[in-house]
């Protein structure tokens, strides 16, 4: 990423154990994971969609998966830490929008 377009993470930590399945909030940025459960068994598939508000873009998942595709739908067979990346776009950049 360029320096121009500043970047914040999201963490959403995984266990095969517990995992949190509320949304995961940081300003303008956010993270669903789907299915919601406090408590994941081993295999279980979970969908992970980064979205964006207005005058930003994800810009893809860092950590325990990478890519930028969105929905990401993963596999609980290990402990994970996945970061979702966002920027701002020209919008959120003319608007003077916080990074």
């Known amino acids: 990423m360029s320096s121009s377009r500043p970047c914040r993470n999201i963490a959403v930590i995984f266990s095969t154990s517990t995992v949190s399945g509320s949304a995961t909030v940081s300003s303008n940025r956010i993270v669903t994971v789907s299915p919601s459960r406090s408590a994941y068994a081993p295999g279980s598939a979970v969908k ?23 929905p990401l739908v993963i ?22 929008l916080q990074p």
């Open 75 to 96: 596999s609980m067979t290990t402990n994970q830490v996945i970061n979702a990346s966002f920027s701002l776009n020209l919008i959120g950049r003319l608007l003077h």
């Open 48 to 70: 992970l969609t980064a979205n964006a508000d207005f005058g930003y873009d994800f810009s893809g998942w860092s950590g325990s998966a990478t890519g930028n595709a969105n």
